[in-house]
């Protein structure tokens, strides 16, 4: 069965404060994903990559850094954090076929 | 660039009644591939049925849906809603074959049944 962890699974932070999302994919799959869910709306494309040590921009990359050191692990960066950013993120690695999603940080910005 | 439109962000149905959620496409790849993801609440977004395969019924867990290129469509259909459907269905594309295993989602669809 595919594997898709984050941590943590829940987050508060302070306007302005660093935040780093981590991903672990056990999948051996080349592509991983990050997306945001916002209440009322749909999964939106913040970062993905396809190779270690390389990241791509999505549709709303502004605000968001991204790390990918291993095939395994990737994480999305807020270097200040905002209270736009309040939202659930959920990481997923996909082979051609499917994307496997992780369980989802809620994370709040005070 | 690619994009799936779900025109319907909420369907509110009553139990027994039959299901439609609907979903176009834009792509200019001739192979893509469509989903239909469903997010329940609390939990991970997970595949629900997929196809890339012109005008074949595609079925999983009680839905189908058929690929039609002609139209650009891929609706989610189940001849009789269960209030354990209500969720979060998502539409989504990629060109698999262009070694691009970039998805689009689209919106979201809310489904909701009631008794």
């Known amino acids: 069965e595919a594997a898709v962890t984050q941590s943590p699974r829940s987050k508060v932070a302070v306007t302005g404060g660093k935040v780093t999302l981590s991903c672990h994919q056990t999948?051996?799959?080349?592509?991983m994903y990050w997306y945001r869910q916002d209440t009322g709306h749909g999964l939106r494309l913040i970062h993905y990559s396809y190779v270690a040590d390389s990241t791509e921009k999505g549709d709303i990359p502004d605000g968001y850094k991204a790390s990918r050191p291993s095939q395994e692990n990737f994480s999305l960066i807020l270097e200040l954090a905002s209270l736009s950013q309040t939202a659930v993120y959920f990481c997923a690695s996909s082979d051609p076929y499917q994307q496997y999603f992780g369980p989802g940080t809620r994370l709040t910005v005070l | 660039g690619d994009s799936v439109t779900q025109k319907e962000g909420l369907v509110t149905l009553t139990e027994g009644l039959p299901v439609m959620l609907n979903c176009t496409y834009q792509?200019?790849?001739?192979?893509?591939?469509l989903f239909w993801y469903v997010h329940y609440l609390n939990e991970s977004p997970r595949l629900l049925l997929k196809s890339s395969t012109d005008n074949k019924r595609t079925e999983h867990q009680g839905f189908h849906a058929t690929l039609h290129k002609s139209s650009s469509s891929f609706h989610l259909q189940k001849s009789s809603a269960q209030l354990s459907d209500s969720a979060l269905y998502y539409c989504a594309l990629s060109d698999v074959n262009t070694g691009n295993y970039k998805y689009v989602f689209g919106a979201g669809t809310r489904l909701k049944v009631i008794a």
């Open positions: 792509t200019i790849y001739s192979n893509a591939f």
């Open positions: 999948n051996n799959h080349d592509y």
